[in-house]
């Protein structure tokens, strides 16, 4: 017989679901079951740092495994009646009050608010051997990775509009650093630059990485020339999981630095469509993750504010008219609260 473990098993509203448990939505969970909001995190478990050995310029949390931080942040949420349940959603449709969130295995619950924090995906070029060695020797941000490649032999494969800013970034952390221009030429003014920083332009489309001994040693050309390096840094383009959201009219856009895509929201992480906020990488996909967290933080808040707000319409319009449909449906929001918190 099947056992089930009683926390997955689901209610059927919630005041706020948040879809995704990286930093951001578990920190937006967190703040919003701190404010003894029922909220339902719904883990895809897919997170975009999972190949990373550790989580860097975090504050008090340096180094810490990426799955050991998400764990001990699912252990908060819980601790404060929230629920933490793997799942992936489908699609989410608008309500009257508020959304019918549908996972793909057919679950389904209702939410008062929505938080978006579903991450973003790394495209890499297709160069054999990039992917396997992503977040070990082959990296993309410098204040993520950098520390741990500083005074290595660094290529930069340029993909893109910030490979060149990034190239002048790791060149702050070694002096051997190497820029290959695989499909992407620098410009004139680029290339100026580039030589002015000591760092030599390699041409050429890269063909494939050399590993040996399980590290990265070279980078191979398709004339078959081999340039050694110990690390090489990559900017990915960005992709969103923000599909589920097209029932609402909500679609990622290409994001202005032209790294990908991006869920616009404002400083908040409120979006355009009312009821739903997003916060982390779907929303700013250069957010490290404390800055992730912080958003999630800020949205969770945010979603309070506006909860209360609408309820505080509510209990104005029942007090005005004790015998209206405001009136009712602010019982039975009161006593939901208070079954919730056992009162």
């Known amino acids: 017989?099947?056992?089930?473990?009683?926390?997955?098993?689901?209610?059927?509203?919630?005041?706020?679901?948040?879809?995704?448990?990286?930093?951001?939505?578990?920190?937006?969970?967190?703040?919003?079951?701190?404010?003894?909001?029922?909220?339902?995190?719904?883990?895809?478990?897919?997170?975009?740092?999972?190949?990373?050995?550790?989580?860097h310029a975090l504050l008090a949390r340096e180094g810490i495994p990426p799955a050991e931080l998400l764990e001990r942040g699912r252990a908060e949420v819980r601790g404060y009646g929230g629920q933490v349940v793997p799942g992936e959603v489908g699609a989410v449709a608008r309500e009257e009050d508020g959304f019918a969130v549908t996972l793909t295995d057919g679950r389904a619950v209702r939410a008062r608010r929505l938080l978006v924090a579903t991450g973003a995906v790394d495209e890499l070029p297709d160069v054999p051997g990039l992917r396997e060695r992503w977040g070990r020797d082959v990296v993309h941000c410098p204040y993520c990775h950098g520390w741990e490649v500083?005074?290595?032999?660094?290529?930069?494969?340029?993909?893109?509009?910030?490979?060149?800013?990034?190239?002048?970034?790791?060149?702050?952390?070694?002096?051997?650093?190497?820029?290959?221009?695989?499909?992407?030429?620098?410009?004139?003014?680029?290339?100026?630059?580039?030589?002015?920083?000591?760092?030599?332009?390699?041409?050429?489309?890269?063909?494939?990485?050399?590993?040996?001994d399980d590290r990265l040693v070279g980078v191979r050309l398709s004339d078959g020339t081999v340039v050694g390096r110990e690390a090489l840094a990559v900017a990915s383009r960005i992709a969103v999981r923000a599909d589920f959201l097209a029932g609402l009219g909500l679609r990622p856009s290409d994001h202005p630095a032209g790294i990908g895509q991006y869920l616009p929201a404002d400083a908040t992480g409120r979006t355009d469509v009312p009821g739903v906020w997003a916060a982390g990488n779907v929303a700013d996909p250069a957010a490290q993750v404390g800055a992730a967290a912080a958003a999630g933080t800020m949205a969770g808040a945010q979603i309070n504010a506006d909860l209360i707000a609408e309820e505080t319409r509510r209990a104005v319009a029942a007090r005005r008219d004790p015998f209206s449909a405001e009136s009712e449906a602010r019982l039975c929001e009161q006593a939901m609260g208070d079954r919730r918190h056992g009162l």
Request: proline content about 4%.
């Open 1 to 55: 017989m099947e056992v089930v473990d009683v926390t997955d098993l689901l209610r059927d509203d919630y005041d706020a679901v948040v879809i995704g448990g990286g930093a951001a939505g578990l920190s937006g969970a967190v703040t919003l079951a701190r404010s003894r909001r029922s909220v339902l995190v719904i883990d895809a478990g897919s997170p975009r740092n999972a190949p990373a050995s550790g989580v």
């Open 150 to 212: 500083r005074d290595q032999a660094i290529g930069v494969l340029a993909t893109g509009p910030m490979s060149v800013h990034q190239a002048m970034l790791f060149r702050q952390l070694s002096a051997d650093v190497v820029f290959f221009s695989h499909t992407v030429a620098p410009t004139g003014e680029q290339t100026e630059e580039l030589t002015a920083r000591g760092i030599e332009i390699v041409p050429g489309e890269v063909a494939a990485l050399e590993i040996a």
